[in-house]
């Protein structure tokens, strides 16, 4: 990924020279710089490009500059200076590029080279393009899975070793941990923000912050300031745990338990956590016996000191609640949270394979050549123990032979057939296609699979180890034609 909005590159490098093909939209304010003659590269360019500075525009204000140039580059570089950015050649040619990188240093005119950064006080541009760039510009299922993303990889990365505050990040360089606090818990920090005022109130504050701050240097608490202006609300306590601390928020600070002898639902929180997201909304959905739901509004009062329940009316008896189910706070998470991913199997010492087929063990000790595999074709006799911590592979003919991963299939809207299956509504026929999909039952993870004909059954295998971090993916002679993560809401059961 490229990136270096700001900081020292700009000072170091003033302009750019290259022997390039050019081309501009009509008005000469968009050019892209190609080193070969690839004028429908350069097209497809210019108008993502159109339609991420209009939309910019309409946001945030006018682009700051007279013109915006993407130069190609022979070496894999990445930099984004005021007007430009210089791209390597490789990753302009990705077709990715235009829903990542492109609008993310566009939107770097805006946030570090429209307004500058006072590094004295933090780097904030890139939590805030990450926001309206990575994060703003996908759809609102995929916003969840960002938000899970981010969190995990603050997890993972920045919150065991000496973390920094937001306000001590400076640039990321090559650091995931320095990524997880500039990019991802500065992201979060701002969408928890936009939670606590609403979406209309923190869009005019951004682009108050863009007027009032245009070619002036600005920090953290300039913004915070328009946003307290705008909405009324006191930040004071949200900027001191946010920006200028570290950590995250612990899971489950709320806990709801149901007293069966006045039949009423009762909050207790951890006062700790909600000092730190003083008036935050926080997500509840309580599911009933008879299957029936019901959002539970809970909010942390001003001053931070308590939560406040809406009165409820309950017709059945609740069996268990869901928090925080879209990852809208920034906090700590279950295990039971993260989505079950390739990973996994691929660094397991030990598989189990569920199959009659010799051959396609072969493949797989050739494919995972450090993992013993234990092979198992009693298929008339099918019951794994779920309870142990294990990871069995499971041929498409045997998936349907045990009950449980039945119903996890039916549940997931996976069907398989002799010539077809099916997920995500879309058919594939077997024999041309391979799929891979994980999903975990009590401590047990299952990796249910099919392979075509069209390849050797190791070279299926070799290029699903390229999936890690998906939880399903379909493969065809070339590529992947569906993949993603299976998100599974951590159900809070009641005791009676
Ligand atoms: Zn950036």
New binding site residues.
Partial sequence: MI?T?TGKAEEELDFVICQCHKYSNPDHRLNVYLLNDEPELAKTILSALQTYLEKFEADYGVYPYDQFSVVESTEEVGFAFPKMTWIGSQLLHFPFILQTSLP?ELL?SWWGNGVFVDYTKGNWC?GF?TFGADYGLISDADKKIYRLKAITSYLDYAHTGKEISLSQFISRGEDRSLQAIGYDKSMMVLVMAEQRVGEKIFKLALKEFYGKFRYRKAAYQDFFSILSLLSGVDFTAFQNFWLYSVGILPKDFVQLDWQNQSNQLVATAEKMALSKIPGQYLPMQLQFTDHSSQILYLKVNAEGTDIQMSPLKLTSQPEFYFFDQDFLLFRDLNENEKPVTFSTAFSATELKLFSNDSELLKAMEIAFPSTKISFTDDTFNLKPDFSIRQIILVDSNHANLIAEISTFLKEKNIFISDDHFSLSDKNFSTKDHSFFTSFKIQQTTIIVFGLGLTQTQLRWLQRWGHYGAKSYVVLNSTGAEAQGLWLEAYKHYFTF
């Fill in positions: 990136d909005a993310h770097h890139e393009t």
